[in-house]
């Protein structure tokens, strides 16, 4: 699956103009083809043109049945099927980029030990379903991500929005004072003590254009 991906992207990669090197019944080969395939498979190190003649033929070949798989595949499998191959693709890519303890993964497998049995009911072992627990975890803290960032509506109304984040403190009440260091911006500070840079601003009766100078005393809310 992974590599009927890589073909797909290699292919739509592969610029109109390119050099056609070959084919294979009636598909082109072009040398932006091979040369993606070495960067891969060489590092970088080799390019198309500097392939030996014997080497150049049997590169054709490996692209001539990497083609003729894709191509294949793309007229049998189904657009639907198409686009559930790229979406697990797509969300395993993303998953990878997390990085799940062991700690999550073992309590993820305590918690849901009744549902790891065998044919025979028996527990399944931790070692033999650790990795695709981590996967797993991985997989919704990323489809959670996104639906976190989702505009999602029903009948015409909208039910769910991007949760953005907002102020946890009251501007009027109590306060401390901070003095400001060196390096100190306004947003900085408003951030530190999560208000907006505007309720900073409206705490200590600032206009926009104030500059806030070292050493000066700004009220914050209390901690």
Sequence with gaps: MKRFLVLCAL???TAVSAKTIGTVNGYPIDEKEANAFLKIATKGKVTYNRLRSKDKKALVER??????VLRTAMKEISKK???SIIAGFWLRK???KYKIS???VKQAYTENKK???DKKGKTIPF????EMI???IAQKKAVAKMIKKAKITMGGKVISMPKTKSSNKKVSGKYSLYTVKSGNTLSGIASKYKISTKELRKMNGMDAEAIIKIGQKLKVPAK
């Design 115 to 117: 549902f790891f049995k």
């Design 63 to 68: 692209l001539a049945i990497d083609k003729l």
């Design 11 to 13: 292919l739509m990669a």
């Design 81 to 83: 099927e198409q686009e």
């Design 102 to 104: 062991d700690k999550e």
């Design 134 to 136: 981590r996967n797993s």
């Design 127 to 130: 070692s033999k379903v650790k």
């Design 94 to 96: 993303k998953a990878s």
